[in-house]
């Protein structure tokens, strides 16, 4: 009996840590364009959109195609910064070649 109620109580600790482990990893998720390996050998035009990026996180950097200034997402907000240092809103329709967002 002392057997099987121990048994028990292993079984639910392992679902719970499983469990919770879930539904953590769901939260903790880092969504990336490419790699830095393929902008570093010049692959430097990318197929997603600014908009499609944003529905993935509301926090990131990258860059832009054609490797145009620096990209900061901030609190779901796109900017570039060029080479003046000065960080402009971006459009929608922008693409990048490379970046990574995740929810904060």
Known sequence: MKRIRYSLIAVFFLVTILVGTHVQGAQDVLFQTSTFDALDKGVAEGEVTIKNLKQHGDFGIGTFNAVDGEMVVLDGNCYQIKMDGVAYP???????????VTSF
Do not use: N
Request: hydrophobic share 35%; charged share 25%.
């Open 90 to 100: 971006v459009d929608d329709s922008m693409k990048t070649p490379f970046s990574f």
